[in-house]
């Protein structure tokens, strides 16, 4: 393989893939833009927590008027980014929703699988392997998101109440806490903790729930009514 990696960066890279795929792209029925610009990042807090593989912004939100791609960070492996690249243009092409057209142009491009993988078919697979051949590989190491970044943000939505008798505690939200803690099932008052005072024994709060990974998110403007 080629040492080409070396001497490109990331978003050199990203669009030099982008140009072999407007044939692809062309014979399959779909029209990209003259301009598309491709970076590695994350456009939003959502994409970070979520686990977005690829980002598309409208050309709205761009200065420059033009489509603005992101591919995740966490991706590293060629393959895999030309896979997520795939998917976005496929937005570029036809919008947000992944509807029969996006299903029906995903198949004629060359992703496999449901209308959410970034999954090359066979063909579509030998093509970007010679490319990246010539190419080389994608020069980015993978960034791991910490647990604490990738979970809900939550942080300040919710208080925590705990049972003066036993170790019972719930969290509410404090929209509704600013009215008075509830009492307990067993029939004592429930008060939130005292700042700095360690929670009850027993008590002790669950891990928050991680959001299930989303393969793009596509921001366009919001429909005039």
Known sequence: MADAASQVNREEWLTANVEPLRT??????????????????????????RGTLIECWAPQFSAQHVWESFVSPILDDSLAVVGALVH????????????????HLA??????????????????????????DKLG?????????????ARLSEVGRYGRVECSECACFVLM???????????CHCGAPMR??????????????????????????????AARS
């Open 24 to 49: 692809v792209f062309a014979r399959a029925g779909g029209t990209l833009p003259a301009s598309i610009r491709v970076s590695c990042g994350w456009a939003s807090a959502d994409a970070r927590r």
């Open 137 to 149: 590989n994608y020069p980015h190491a993978r960034i791991e998101v910490p647990d604490e970044l």
């Open 88 to 103: 976005g243009l496929v937005h570029v092409c036809l919008g947000a929703r992944h509807g029969w057209p996006f299903r």
């Open 107 to 132: 198949r004629r491009v060359g992703l496999a699988g449901s209308v959410r993988s970034i999954e090359l078919a066979p063909e579509l697979e030998a093509r970007v392997y010679a490319h990246i």
């Open 173 to 183: 939200t404090n929209r509704w806490l600013r009215y008075g803690p509830p009492t």
């Open 192 to 221: 939130p903790p005292p700042p700095g005072e360690p929670p009850t024994e027993g008590a002790a709060l669950p891990p928050k729930p991680r959001r299930p990974r989303r393969i793009c998110a596509v921001r366009v403007p």
